[in-house]
Nanobody, 133 residues
């Protein structure tokens, strides 16, 4: 079993920045990929970024590409999401998730900026991000 704990959320003005952290209890075959999803009130949960913990390859949804950066610190078993140029529409609960996606799945999903919740077996409890205009 893998436990994930998110932190770093808060309230910021539009145009500001925040860095979220996701600490994993372990980096194993079950955490080959770690992603960030978000869910705004009344909306479905959608993926925004993912990282392959093996070599650091990254993937982004079009909505955040160029503004958000996902990275990892293997020594700390931590994945970060640096969010710059925040917009009110970025307001959501942000969740960290981990999965062991196979190459064909990655090629058909993450490679195109698409994220499927079903591909991620482990989830954190979330951290709230609120961006005011």
């Amino acid at each position: 079993q893998v436990q994930l704990v998110e932190s770093g959320g808060g309230s910021v003005q539009a145009g500001g920045s925040l860095r979220l952290s996701c600490v994993a209890s372990a980096f194993t075959s079950s955490t080959k990929y770690i992603a960030w999803f978000r869910q705004a009130p009344g909306k479905e949960r959608v993926g925004v970024a993912a990282i392959y913990t093996g070599d650091g390859a990254t993937y982004y949804a079009d909505s955040v590409a160029g503004r958000f950066t996902i990275s990892q610190d293997n020594a700390k078993k931590t994945v970060y999401l640096l969010m710059n140029s925040l917009k009110p529409e970025d307001t959501a609960m942000y969740y960290c998730a981990a999965g062991r996606l196979d190459v064909p799945v990655v090629a058909a999903t993450l490679a195109y900026g698409r994220f499927r919740q079903v591909d991620f077996a482990y989830w954190g409890q979330g951290t709230q991000v609120t961006v005011s205009s």
